[in-house]
């Protein structure tokens, strides 16, 4: 008798099984949500890697470099967007707090965005790097965010793929900033291709590991 009541405890969904199970408008919420996130993530990815090229190349380098800040500002919105509609997860997940840190984030870095595309001379260096740090750790709080999704719907097994893109996130993006701080201090001489060297692997890791996270919101038939 014992054994069967366990049994059927054991059968008993989870919240977050049986979130999944009824595919609701919040889950449809949250998977939009991610596609954005990963089509603006994209985007900036880009735009950093059109920027590294035409360091070696002078072919169409005026229409480019107009196209490249745009493609980062989309990117950078998207990702916003992405973000605000990953809102929508259940409070059980004790995201909110980490989804609203990432969105102060991003919007950090497209105010920088848009201030040097703009008129870089408006931004003084140590507020550029102050927004830009904000950016990159929004995409940390974002990626400690799939975490937490990962865990509710009970897929420990693909926490350790996030723990990755955290540990590159911080080693890329904010060694790329480290970079940025070191040589606007002037200890040493760093060519700013070098930074953008850097930060290209940190965007590169985030689509190659949130397909993971988007394949296991598939709902449980």
């Known amino acids: ?55 070696y190349t002078t072919d169409m380098l005026s229409v480019v470099m107009t196209a490249l800040p745009v493609m980062g500002m ?12 990953c809102l929508a997860v259940p409070d059980e997940v004790g995201a909110r707090g980490l989804l609203i840190g990432a969105a102060v984030g991003i919007s950090a870095n497209i105010i920088f965005s848009g201030m040097i595309d703009y008129n870089p001379n408006l931004l003084p260096m140590p507020v550029a790097l102050f927004l830009k740090l904000a950016g990159y750790i929004g995409l940390i709080l974002f990626a400690l965010f799939q975490r937490r999704l990962l865990l509710y719907i009970g897929r420990p097994d693909q926490t350790g793929k996030v723990t990755f893109l955290i540990l590159t996130t911080v080693l890329f993006l904010l060694g790329s900033w480290g970079m940025e701080l070191v040589a606007y201090l002037e200890l040493v001489e760093i060519a700013s291709m070098t930074i953008y060297a850097v930060m290209l692997p940190g965007f590169f890791t985030y689509p190659c590991f949130m397909g993971s996270l988007k394949r296991a919101l598939v709902p449980v038939n």
């Open 74 to 85: 989309t990117g950078n919105l998207l990702m916003l967007a992405g973000v605000i509609f």
């Open 1 to 55: 008798m014992a054994l069967e009541e366990t049994k059927q405890i054991d059968e008993v969904p989870t919240s977050g099984a049986q979130w999944l199970r009824e595919d609701s408008r919040s889950l449809q919420q949250t998977k939009r949500g991610l596609n954005l996130f990963l089509s603006g993530i994209i985007f900036v990815f880009f735009a950093v890697l059109g920027v590294l090229y035409f360091q």
